[in-house]
Nanobody, 124 residues
Framework: QVQLLESGGGLVQAGGSRRLSCAAS????????KGWFRQAPGKEREFVAA????????YYADSVKGRFTISRDNGKNTVYLQMNSLKPEDTAVYYC?????????????????WGKGTLVTVSS
């Protein structure tokens, strides 16, 4: 079993930056694909970014490409999401996730393990 705990959410002004962290516990976390998803109020959950288990490959949703960066530190069992040039439409609960399947390098609709989320609010 894998447990995921997000942190770093909060209120930020438009144009600002925020870094989210996701600490994991449980077996073989370092070998899993990791991802970030988000769910805005009244909307469905959407994929944000994913990273391969080595950290050598990443994939981003078009809406965040060039603004967000996903990274990981397997020694610390932690994955990060650096968010820059934030917009009010980035306001959402951000979820960390882990997937046991092989890296696909494409948009993810679901993963196997999920955190409880952290709220990011971007004010205009």
């Amino acid at each position: 079993q894998v447990q995921l705990l997000e942190s770093g959410g909060g209120l930020v002004q438009a144009g600002g930056s925020r870094r989210l962290s996701c600490a994991a516990s449980g077996r073989t976390f370092s070998s899993y694909t990791k991802g970030w998803f988000r769910q805005a109020p009244g909307k469905e959950r959407e994929f944000v970014a994913a990273i391969s288990w080595t950290g050598g490959s990443t994939y981003y949703a078009d809406s965040v490409k060039g603004r967000f960066t996903i990274s990981r530190d397997n020694g610390k069992n932690t994955v990060y999401l650096q968010m820059n040039s934030l917009k009010p439409e980035d306001t959402a609960v951000y979820y960390c996730a882990a997937d046991t399947s092989r890296w696909r390098g494409t948009y993810y609709y679901d993963m196997d393990y999920w955190g409880k989320g952290t709220l990011v609010t971007v004010s205009s």
